[in-house]
């Protein structure tokens, strides 16, 4: 068994910066993570990394801009750690030597992002991730952190008590993917979860292959809540053969979007008069849809994202990037014609629930980054505000894991605070699903854990993974991952997309019901130990349906229309009654449903909820 202080599970930005944190508390701390650390997502993203750095600008702007776009849904504790801690995270990667783009005197370059007030966003050219991660990745290898690189984690090991509030977390199980061996890792003080987002659920998708949201998946059969799982992001601009994203800050740097009548519909049919192509992410979403749905749209599926008039220098010093990923993911030279876009899924605003120190509710386990839901976003993240979540609330979570003595929490996790308990009307029980999968926590089913000292449990927990991982191989003519995970990714980008009405979801819900019975019959045909892809793209699949499930099931839930959560039934935002969270609890096998309220009182105001326009 491996033993130390903290483990960090992935290493893509919020775990690179979750570990650094640890590390400098004095913890012995090590990543395991399923990619190598710098091809994590994290390496993905292009825009850039919202701050408030210049004179004119503060951290009280930066929390306005976020809670208007979170459509008052985010909670005010989290936004405005977000905002207040940015700076000197930002400050930080400068010093660790990131290359930001910069002006002609030397200071780092800021741009105008969606929904800012005020050109916050600071980048490096059009590859901020690349440089943010490599640059942690240093800061990694100097300070000879270890990490188990392509281990994949299968399990939590978790105590069983009856209250997921009274459990603990003691460590991971990973499966090695080079050679197959599959061991217990013992951590003393914590684990954090910083395994990133949750794209593959849908099948057409910004995010990596490796995008299947094992850590939210995980958390949630250990009994943590998962919060606000309908809210997904849909990018108004991906390409639309692939799903590549073109970076926001094409239109921050002045792009224009067109329809087939070569009309600029944002200002033409007053979808955002103000802001037009810089309005939220959904606003422009809903607007590209609804021009393709009246027949505006070009081949009836995309509209134009123009940026010729920039200039051939000005694009090759911002954003020289997207001249590549549009020729070679589209064929389309966008010096020469405009880029064919349209909405693709891109985030998960919800996630782990955890407050601001990254905490969830069962003891030693902690959560970071995409995973994570603190709630920053709310109901529509701005662009540029994922990566200083990545760095805030990893750092924090690192702090903290090591023992660092930080202020309470503000946002209570797990059933502690003021809850209500919910109800939705489904066309099929959610139903028992602890068949088949590798993934089940030992909370789930298990015997009495909670009597067992920490390296038991964690050896207990890792003798069942390598039970159900044989079995898996065991069904070598099994049906396999590949048809049921396609079910599933078609059934939600047909009915739980941009615009969502109650039968798409209900049908949405009898798919996955049915994709979850075919799975209790999933084998693995592949029976080499050594790089099975065919393995772990199974245990993966049994995240996609339980995380297929809950965005289905909150969607349901969610009688409004708030931010990216469109309701044909229900046109409307209703602060009455749904100033709240959805959360979802792992019931002995099935689903629970419960809401709290959400946090608008700040450190010195409350954010009265407005009508949010642009
Ligand atoms: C194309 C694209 C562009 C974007 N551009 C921007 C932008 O400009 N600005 C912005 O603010 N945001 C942007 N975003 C969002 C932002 O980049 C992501 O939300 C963020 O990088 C996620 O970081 P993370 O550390 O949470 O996860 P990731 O970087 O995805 O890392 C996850 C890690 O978890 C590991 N992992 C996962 N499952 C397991 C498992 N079972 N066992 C072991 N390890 C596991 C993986 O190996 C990986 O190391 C963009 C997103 C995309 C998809």
Redesign the pocket.
């Known amino acids: 068994m491996h033993e130390h202080d903290v483990i960090v599970?992935?290493?893509?930005?919020?775990?690179?910066r979750a570990a650094i944190a640890a590390q400098e508390e004095g913890a012995d701390v090590a990543i395991?993570?399923?990619?190598?650390?710098v091809?994590?997502?994290?390496?993905?993203?292009?825009?850039?990394?919202?701050a408030a750095l210049r004179e004119g600008d503060s951290w009280q702007d930066h929390a306005y801009d976020t809670m208007k776009g979170s459509d008052y849904l985010g909670d005010a504790p989290a936004i405005e750690t977000l905002a207040q801690d940015s700076p000197e995270e930002v400050i930080q990667l400068e010093h660790w030597g990131m290359a930001f783009s910069r002006e002609d005197d030397g200071t780092v370059s800021q741009r105008p992002f969606g929904g800012l007030s005020f050109p916050r966003?600071t980048?490096a050219g059009a590859e901020?991730?690349h440089q943010l991660?490599h640059t942690m990745y240093e800061q990694l290898v100097k300070r000879g952190i270890e990490v188990y690189?392509e281990?994949?984690?299968?399990d939590l090991a978790v105590s069983d008590e009856a209250e997921p509030e009274e459990r603990d977390c003691h460590g991971v199980v990973?499966y090695d993917i080079q050679s197959g061996s599959i061991e217990g890792f013992r951590a003393r003080d914590g684990v954090i979860l910083?395994?990133?987002?949750l794209?593959q659920v849908f099948d057409h998708?910004?995010?990596?292959v490796?995008?299947?949201g094992?850590?939210v998946a995980?958390a949630y059969r250990a009994g943590v809540p998962i919060e606000d799982m309908e809210f997904i992001q849909f990018?108004p601009t991906t390409l639309p053969s692939t799903g590549?994203?073109i970076?926001?800050?094409v239109r921050g740097e002045g792009g224009i979007l067109y329809n087939s009548e070569g009309e600029r519909f944002m200002f033409e049919y007053g979808y955002a008069n103000n802001d037009g192509e810089l309005a939220s992410r959904d606003v422009v979403a809903r607007a590209e849809l609804t021009e393709v749905n009246e027949g505006r749209g070009i081949e009836d599926e995309y509209v134009h994202l123009d940026m010729r008039h920039l200039g051939e220098e000005r694009i090759v010093d911002r954003l020289e990037n997207i001249i590549h990923l549009s020729e070679d993911f589209e064929g389309v030279d966008p010096l020469e014609e405009p880029m064919p876009v349209k909405p693709g899924q891109?985030?998960a605003m919800g996630g782990i629930e955890t407050d601001e120190n990254g905490e969830t509710c069962i003891s030693g386990l902690y959560a970071?980054?995409?995973?994570?839901c603190a709630s920053v976003h709310g109901s529509n993240?701005l662009?540029?505000?994922?990566?200083?979540?990545?760095i805030v609330f990893?750092a924090r979570a690192g702090h903290h894991a090591a023992g660092r003595d930080m202020k309470t929490a503000e946002i209570p996790t797990g059933k502690r605070g003021e809850w209500d308990a919910g109800d939705v009307d489904t066309p099929v029980e959610p139903g028992d699903v602890s068949g088949g999968g590798a993934g089940d926590a030992v909370a789930d089913g298990g015997a009495a854990a909670s009597d067992l000292d920490p390296r038991e449990l964690v050896e207990r927990t890792t003798e069942r993974a390598i039970a159900r991982v044989e079995a898996l191989l065991e069904n070598e003519d099994g049906r396999n991952h590949a048809e049921i995970r396609s079910e599933v990714q078609e059934s939600m980008t047909q009915h739980v997309n941009v615009f969502r009405e109650e039968a798409g979801l209900k049908q949405a819900l009898r798919d996955i019901r049915e994709a979850r019975e075919d799975y209790e019959d999933v084998g693995v045909a592949d029976q080499s130990r050594t790089f099975n892809t065919d393995l772990l793209h199974t245990i993966?699949t049994r995240n996609i349906i339980d995380l297929a499930e809950a965005i289905t099931l909150g969607a349901l839930a969610r009688e409004e229309f708030r931010g990216a959560h469109w309701r044909k039934e229900y046109q409307e935002r209703d602060d009455q009654d749904w100033l709240r969270h959805t959360l979802l609890s792992w019931n002995g096998g099935s689903p629970e449903l419960w809401f709290k309220p959400v946090i608008l009182e700040g450190e010195d105001k409350r954010y009265e909820p407005k009508i949010r326009s642009y």
Do not use: F
């Not at 599970?9 to 690179?16: C, F, K, M, R, S």
């Open positions: 599970v992935g290493a893509g930005g919020a775990g690179l395991v993570s399923k990619l190598h650390p091809r994590s997502h994290t390496g993905a993203a292009e825009g850039g990394i919202n966003t980048y901020t991730g991660l690189d281990w994949y984690v299968l990973g910083a395994t990133g987002g794209g998708t910004t995010n990596a490796a995008n299947t094992d850590g995980m990018h590549v994203l970076t926001e800050g891109h985030y970071a980054g995409e995973c994570a993240r662009g540029g505000n994922a990566l200083p979540e990545l990893g993966e």
